[in-house]
């Protein structure tokens, strides 16, 4: 068995429960399935230096704007606090970030990157855009553009959906 078949017998419990028919047809399951393999990959790339592509998310937001809260900050990267406090935690304790008390809210600190990014950013960058293009293997130009284009209005959608949610399910 090669390790790819491996791997995709591996991925998410909602692919295995479904059929293969089922499974093509179920966006969340395939855009799950293709999440855990770009993140494997990625991970595996940067390992060596203690980072992970969730560590990568919280350092380019603060790369492209720094000083935000930790509330602030787990609203741009989609992350639950605790997780992302537990994260800044490591962060911090490797020498990525360093926090500040909010000089407005004692209750609060702001992030900020340490300079030990920088020497760094060209290749982090770089194992970035290698991601992309293995993700992005024998795409044409204009595929490569139709599935960025048709992913911007898929974000844009469940940005609208989750602004104005149905109510829970009550089972």
Known sequence: MTTESSTAKTLTRATAAMTPAEAEQSLPALVSDVRVLLYRWFDGQVASLGLNISAWQVLGQLYRGEGLTQTELADAVGMAKSP????????????????????????????????????????????????????????????????????????????????????????
């Open 84 to 171: 992302l406090g537990k994260l800044l935690d490591r962060l911090e304790a490797a020498g990525w970030i360093r926090r500040e008390a909010d000089p407005e809210d004692r209750r609060a600190n702001r992030v900020f990157l340490t300079d030990r990014l920088q020497p760094l950013l060209a290749p982090l960058t770089a194992v970035s855009d290698e991601l992309t293009e293995r993700a992005l293997d024998g795409f044409t130009p204009a595929e490569r553009a139709a599935l960025t284009g048709l992913l911007d209005r898929v974000r844009a959608n469940m940005i609208r959906a989750n602004e104005d949610p149905p109510p829970p399910i009550d089972l």
